[in-house]
């Protein structure tokens, strides 16, 4: 015979300790899955330094014993097996600072139009269409059309100049999409302020905008710069040269570049396995280059943002 404090139905939970319940499971389910994404993102950027520590070992490893003041400062000799890459040292440098000469202007005044000036409507789709298709060209396309245009149509020759347009139309993409989120990023407030004061829309975008989006833009540049200084098949036909003996004198000269004489070491010398450290030492000086120029250009921008309070 069951007694009555037996057989009473145990009370229910109270509603406030069950929507506890429910709101502690799902903040855990939640850290769980931030946790999990976490750890994924910081894989990746393990995965990422890894592979760059690996390959920039690999190359000091193989070619730190060629790089010495000689190698820096002379000129390639006895076939390519003896000597250095002062040479194509000078014409890397020149061929990635003459692109953003001509890619940065054409860039920004791009951008400038695109977001400033450009209504929306099927005009500005065409044009951000052909921007982002022209991002995803391989780079030898950008070099046979260097060489049918530029080279050959224009009467520029292998030389400089060639090189420069080439490779101006390679970095445009960048430094377009760049410039633009660039101003993009500048405060409505700014212009708006400018305008109150009886400033011009030029004058806005020429004193106060493009002051503002500077350091922004700098990074289009960066970018470019890396892009330009390491590409091969854009030079090969419409600027670099297997070797010359002279140093460029003129816009219209032909020059050697750092890219494609590691080209010429890896493929086309007559001691290639002779020339293997060569190959890795070039191969130095050209990421050490690339990133002094990134430095520099990081400096600036760190400058700017200084000056201009961002």
């Known amino acids: 015979m069951t007694t009555p404090a037996s057989s009473a139905i145990a009370p229910a939970p109270p509603l406030r300790r069950v929507s506890l319940t429910i709101a502690q499971g799902r903040d855990i389910r939640r850290n769980g899955m931030e946790w999990f994404v976490f750890m994924l993102l910081r894989a990746a950027i393990l995965i990422v330094a890894a592979a760059l520590v690996i390959i920039v070992g690999f190359l000091v490893k193989n070619g730190i014993s060629v790089i010495n003041w000689q190698f820096l400062t002379e000129a390639p000799r006895n076939n390519m097996t003896e000597g250095g890459v002062w040479p194509c040292i000078v014409g890397t440098l020149l061929l990635s600072l003459g692109s953003m000469a001509v890619a940065l202007p054409l860039g920004v005044a791009s951008a400038i139009y695109l977001h400033e000036y450009a209504r929306p409507g099927t005009l500005m789709r065409v044009i951000r269409l052909g921007v982002n298709n022209l991002a995803g060209v391989p780079s ?8 049918g245009f530029f080279v050959t149509a224009m009467k520029l020759g292998v030389s400089l100049a060639a090189g420069w347009l080439t490779l101006g139309a390679l970095c445009l993409p960048v430094v377009i999409g760049t410039a633009e989120e660039a101003l993009r990023n500048v405060p409505a407030t700014y212009r708006e302020a400018s305008l109150a004061l009886g400033g011009t829309k030029w004058q806005t975008i ?27 098949a854009a030079i090969m036909f419409t600027a670099a040269v297997f070797y010359t003996p002279k140093m460029p004198s003129s816009m219209f000269s032909d020059v050697m570049a750092l890219p494609y ?33 990134n430095l520099a250009a990081i400096l600036l921008r760190a400058w700017l943002q200084k000056r201009h309070g961002h």
Not at 140 to 147: A, D, K, Q, T
Not at 206 to 232: D, F, H, K, Y
Request: positive net charge.
């Open 140 to 147: 030898v396309v950008f070099g046979l059309f260097g060489l």
């Open 206 to 232: 020429w004193r106060v905008v493009l002051p503002s989006a500077l350091p922004g833009i700098l990074t289009g540049s960066i970018l470019g710069i890396g892009r330009a200084a390491g590409e091969t």
């Open 261 to 293: 004489h590691i080209y010429v070491l890896a493929t086309a010398g007559t001691e290639i396995e002779k020339t293997r450290p060569l190959q890795y030492g070039t191969s130095l000086v050209l990421i050490a280059l690339v990133l002094g120029m």
